[in-house]
């Protein structure tokens, strides 16, 4: 007689880490539909904004959130490099709560991701304490920075730095474009006598090559250098570190790309857990505004992590790098309009640039731009 159970695929979603996964959607639709019931009854004080107009902005940053997380995972990215320009761009939020908020979404990825990489073998947990000495200390400097612009400079200082961040973004994404090329096995030729003291290289297995990984580390005070520096822009636009801090323990401290890596989200979660006090402090975290964002981050982390072995990368890579230009756009005209340099810019303009946008990554996702990217795309 056949027994009444589970079948093995119900039992798949029963085990970690479906099971989190669908309790954590659970609360979160549970969450809306009582914050939309209370805000039935709810009485709404002088000048205040109304329930229901709160609970449909939550929803919509939790969607946002979820978007940005699926499109950061296919990428290979923090969701802080698009979270924090898009919403200095295109939202009339504090610019201080939105790089707090940014800080704190990297850095609940980063400490929610640590554990399983440290288990893996591959992240190397005295790389990330001493770079994290350099990162932390920077972003912190780089948040003291921020608050200090903030409450001296006024609407001229938000002006400025959503100019910086627009030409950063813009940046970042000509290095998506032409300068990604990675060494995924950097060669060590000489090791510092300050590196080789510290003992940090330790052996890993590569199951793609099915081999035990030794490798050697060099140049260490001027990684913790960079770190600072990184750490610094970190702090300062609370935007993600990971597309910085990956190529310069690659390229600088010598490490293979699979261990800088990991251990960079070990250092963004150690080193943003320092970050964040000043903006703590300041009042620019407000728990209702963080939290669909970081919910949002988890659901659409794992949706990415599942839809990343069905797609192509080329083709996300070209929509978030036209992403990046469209936003770099929006910052650099919101921030000259704030300095008075221009006139606020037309809506018509804005969907020009928008089309002319689209039109140019639908072209290169299939393959009418050859030469983009300085690589002939595939087909």
Request: glycine share 14%.
């Amino acid at each position: 007689m056949q027994s009444i159970g589970f079948t093995g695929k119900t039992q798949k979603y029963l085990r970690s880490p479906w099971l989190e996964l669908g309790i954590l959607a659970l609360s979160v639709v549970l969450s809306y539909i009582a914050l939309s019931l209370i805000s039935v009854g709810a009485t709404v004080p002088e000048g205040g904004m109304a329930l229901a107009n709160i609970v449909r902005l939550m929803l919509g940053f939790f969607v946002l959130s979820f978007a940005i997380a699926i499109i950061a995972v296919l990428a290979g990215i923090g969701g802080g490099v698009i979270y924090t320009p898009l919403m200095m761009a295109f939202t009339p939020v504090n610019s201080l709560i939105i790089r707090a908020t940014g800080l704190i979404v990297a850095m609940f990825n980063g400490l929610v991701s640590s554990g399983p990489f440290m288990k893996s073998g591959v992240g190397n947990l005295k790389l990330a304490i001493i770079c994290t000495l350099g990162y932390g200390l920077g972003g912190f400097a780089g948040a003291q920075g921020a608050i200090w612009v903030a409450g001296r400079m006024g609407l001229s200082g938000e002006g400025t730095i959503r100019l910086i961040l627009g030409g950063i973004v813009l940046a970042l994404g000509l290095y998506f474009l032409w300068g990604s090329k990675k060494t995924e096995w950097p060669e060590v030729k000489k090791v510092d006598r300050f590196s080789a003291k510290l003992k940090i290289p330790q052996a890993f297995y590569e199951p793609s090559i099915d081999k035990i990984i030794n490798y050697s580390v060099k140049n260490l005070p001027l990684g913790i250098l960079a770190m600072f520096g990184i750490g610094l822009i970190s702090g300062f636009f609370g935007m993600g570190a990971g597309w910085a801090v990956v190529p310069g323990l690659s390229m600088i401290v010598g490490v293979p790309l699979k261990v800088a890596a990991v251990t960079s989200h070990v250092i963004i979660g150690m080193g943003d857990c320092m970050t964040v006090w000043p903006y703590i402090l300041a009042g620019a975290i407000i728990p209702l505004f963080v939290a669909p964002w970081l919910v949002g981050q988890v659901l659409g982390g794992m949706v990415g992590a599942q839809v990343l072995i069905r797609v192509r990368s080329q083709a996300i890579r070209y929509i978030l790098i036209g992403i990046m230009c469209y936003t770099s756009f929006g910052l650099v005209t919101d921030g000259m309009t704030k300095l008075k340099l221009i006139t606020a810019v037309n809506s018509i303009i804005n969907i020009i640039v928008l089309v002319v946008v689209l039109a140019v990554v639908a072209l290169a996702i299939v393959g009418k731009l050859p030469k983009l990217g300085g690589k002939r795309q595939d087909k």
